[in-house]
């Protein structure tokens, strides 16, 4: 009799099983893994980069000089002024104040991860961090340091840096060279690379996502934004039009037509063709595009879908999309955050 329950049990708890497997054959974890395998195929984590042998005194001394206004002519702005390591790396307007109070011509992009890119500035015209670091301090609206000899005498002349200089630089006659002042900038940018929930998931944590995140994710890859915004960086890799399928002065209302790399390469067939921007921390780093004429996210990806894809997306796609795009987020520790100069 007592075998007869035991198997009794046994055979509804199986019925049972095969119930539930007959309502959902495939099984809701099953179902995310397919999303996760799917995803694996466009993007892979920050744990997959290799970042680990930078110099920690390069690292400290990168980090004085990206807080330090004396890398401007007047003193009245750093690098961290036009990219503020407290809101993601960017500062949040449209177009940054130079030395001056002069206005740049482009959006300023966050320095979060931009190491990832395989080009900088958005036409592309430095090949990395260490090269885009020397842009800014010599260009007349931004940092205006005439050249790289003013910025060197200037930092010979403070202890501090002839000090660090020597410990990081050793086999240098000269420690303090303009090369050196971008290279320890750049290894500075290169430990700026916070983990976001999406990093879990491809990681295989698929509880990392909500429901409307792992709608978001698969709405993203069906339409067509894996295209130009995959990989590590979710973007940075290439060179796209700007208006695919319209105007995109007109989509976005812009205040003045940008040429894009055509401005740089003189070549027509190049023209509104900008760098494809990285998609972490998107939903804090606005306004979008080039010329940071859009401020809300889900009109900046309704004018993507519109402008690159040539598809309308339903307001529960871009509600879906925008909300997907909230797991890119992540930020650095408090300390990193802080300027070394403070008490």
């Excluded at 200037?154 to 410990?167: N, P």
């Excluded at 709405?219 to 399928?245: E, L, P, R």
């Excluded at 812009?254 to 972490?280: C, H, I, Q, T």
Aim: net charge negative; with cysteine.
């Amino acid at each position: 009799m007592k075998k007869q329950v035991v198997l009794l049990t046994v055979l509804l708890a199986f019925v049972s099983c095969k119930k539930d497997q007959t309502n959902n054959p495939e099984g809701k974890e099953e179902v995310k893994s397919e999303l996760l395998i799917k995803a694996s195929a466009y993007f892979q984590p920050l744990s997959s980069v290799e970042n680990s042998d930078l110099d920690p005194d390069k690292v400290a001394l990168g980090k004085y000089l990206y807080f330090d206004t004396r890398l401007s002519k007047d003193g009245n702005i750093s690098c961290n002024s036009c990219h503020n390591l407290n809101t993601y790396g960017v500062d949040n307007l449209a177009f940054s104040p130079g030395d001056d109070g002069s206005l740049g011509g482009r959006n300023s992009p966050t320095v979060f991860h931009a190491a990832l890119h395989s080009m900088q500035f958005w036409d592309g015209r430095a090949k990395d961090v260490e090269e885009q670091a020397g842009g800014p301090i010599l260009n007349p609206v931004e940092h205006n340091i005439k050249n790289e000899k003013e910025l060197e005498d200037k930092l010979r002349q403070v202890d501090l840096y002839k000090e660090k200089f020597a410990v990081v630089y050793k086999e240098d006659k000269q420690p303090i060279t303009f090369k050196n002042i971008t290279n320890a900038i750049g290894a500075f940018e290169r430990t700026l690379m916070p983990e976001s929930r999406f990093d879990k998931f491809l990681e295989g944590d698929v509880k990392a996502l909500t429901a409307q995140e792992q709608r978001g994710l698969e709405t993203f890859i069906s339409v067509g934004c894996i295209t130009c915004h995959n990989g590590v960086a979710m973007g940075g890799q290439m060179f796209q039009k700007f208006g695919v399928y319209g105007d995109y002065w007109q989509e976005t209302k812009s205040s003045k037509v940008d040429n894009g790399l055509a401005d740089l390469s003189k070549k027509d067939a190049e023209k509104y063709m900008f760098k494809v921007p990285g998609l972490r921390n998107i939903a804090h780093t606005g306004p979008y595009f080039h010329d940071g004429s859009v401020k809300d996210l889900k009109e900046a990806v309704r004018i993507m879908a519109s402008l690159q894809t040539n598809i309308k997306l339903s307001q529960e796609q871009i509600d879906d999309i925008t909300v997907f795009l909230g797991s890119l987020s992540s930020d650095i520790k408090d300390e990193v955050k802080k300027s070394p100069f403070e008490s």
